[in-house]
């Protein structure tokens, strides 16, 4: 886990977060910062690389629901520090793996088929059953010398045959193609040990707070 969180690689994987769903780049709002995500249950995100005086500035002044606040810190350290009206949600964890991935070249299951598009810096690879219907999908960003990946997601029916291993292989090579090795995203609990089994490992602890109602 790092020692401290760059504020700028957390400023590059929140553009390509923004960029992989095609919302408006984030803006610097003091020491963090800004997207305007505009979701009915999501309207805006604010993301801070350390609990500083502005987040919790932030979570005294908000009393609206659905403006999600974000750090880069452990949800026990956010609890003792905002109002008792935010609301903790599931913890996140940031990981890295500045190299290449730690994952054997198998071929796709059969079955299955690849298709690809590309918008805004980002290709998306889809698997595709031979039902027709999408079985895995996943995203790469390419921001600087950062590749961020996004919204990686199996289908429960299309688990446990491989395609996640083999989507996040693909996404590699598109990285690596563009001459990036530097690799980020957000995980969840569940897909935390998945990507440490591919050799990410745990960049920093990510909390998000909400108020679900006033």
């Known amino acids: 886990m790092a020692d401290k969180v760059s504020h700028d690689l957390v400023e590059k994987w929140l553009k390509g977060w923004s960029l992989s769903r095609k919302l408006p780049l984030p803006v610097r709002y003091k020491k963090g910062f800004k997207v305007e995500v505009g979701e009915e249950k999501q309207k805006i995100r604010y993301v801070f690389s350390e609990l500083n005086d502005d987040f919790i500035e932030l979570s005294k002044q908000i009393n609206e629901p659905w403006i999600y606040l974000k750090v880069c810190a452990s949800p026990d350290e956010v609890k003792k520090r905002v109002p008792d009206q935010w609301v903790i949600q599931s913890p996140g964890y940031m990981m890295s ?19 690809s598009e590309t918008y805004n810096s980002t290709t998306v690879i889809k698997i595709i059953a031979e039902t027709h219907e999408l079985a895995s999908v996943g995203r790469v960003v390419m921001i600087d010398d950062l590749a961020v990946y996004d919204r990686i997601i199996t289908e429960e029916k299309h688990q446990r045959k491989g395609l996640a291993t083999f989507l996040m292989k693909e996404l590699e090579k598109v990285a690596v193609s563009k001459g990036i090795s530097n690799n980020f995203l957000v995980a969840t609990e569940v897909g935390r040990s998945l990507y440490q089994s591919m050799g990410w490992e745990l960049y920093s602890p990510y909390t998000s707070i909400v108020i679900h109602k006033i």
Do not use: H, T
């Open 97 to 115: 793996c500045f190299g290449l991935m730690k994952i054997k070249a198998e071929n796709l299951c059969k079955g299955y088929r690849i298709e």
